[in-house]
């Protein structure tokens, strides 16, 4: 089977995917993929929170993922945690606790240097808490985390 490709000849994956972002076979039906566009800082943490609440962390990644590549450098670290953060949620809801352990720590210590000033509202410092949690016990009951105070 030919591989999906863009505009630009590069390879993509046009498969559905589940709710945790697993590629499904051609032609199940899926959850609907996140649409690359810019987003201001407010935006993109209500989608990424509205992917988290529905369970969908590995949505909510590529939304932050998607403000990490374009924020300013002052808050790239930032922007890439919170993104290291909804991975490791995403590990942790598929199983991996080991993936889960590691990217979440990552992401908890990125995010940490920014608990004095906490940027467009983030509660960093329940972020960090929570993802701590998460680190210490990947098999236990994690809730969503809530990105703003």
């Known amino acids: 089977m030919a591989r999906d490709r863009d505009a630009q000849g590069r390879a993509e994956n046009a498969r559905p995917r589940d709710g945790l972002g697993r590629p499904l076979p051609h032609g199940s039906p899926g959850v609907e993929r996140v649409e ?3 987003r201001s800082p407010d935006e993109a943490l209500a989608e990424a929170q509205d992917h ?8 909510a990644h590529e939304v932050l993922e998607e403000q990490w590549k374009a924020a300013p450098e002052p808050e790239r670290a930032l922007w890439q945690g919170l993104a ?3 991975v ?11 993936g889960a352990r590691t990217v979440t720590t990552r992401g908890a210590d990125a995010i ?16 960090v808490t929570w993802a701590r949690a998460l680190a210490q016990d990947p098999d236990g009951q ?5 990105l703003r105070r």
């Open 36 to 38: 690359a566009r810019d």
């Open 52 to 59: 988290l609440d529905r369970e969908m962390p590995f949505h």
């Open 84 to 86: 290291q953060l909804a």
């Open 88 to 98: 490791g949620l995403t590990h942790q809801r598929r199983g991996n606790p080991r």
């Open 112 to 127: 940490e240097l920014y608990v004095a000033i906490a940027p467009h509202g983030i509660d960093v410092a329940g972020l």
């Open 142 to 146: 994690v809730p969503v985390p809530r």
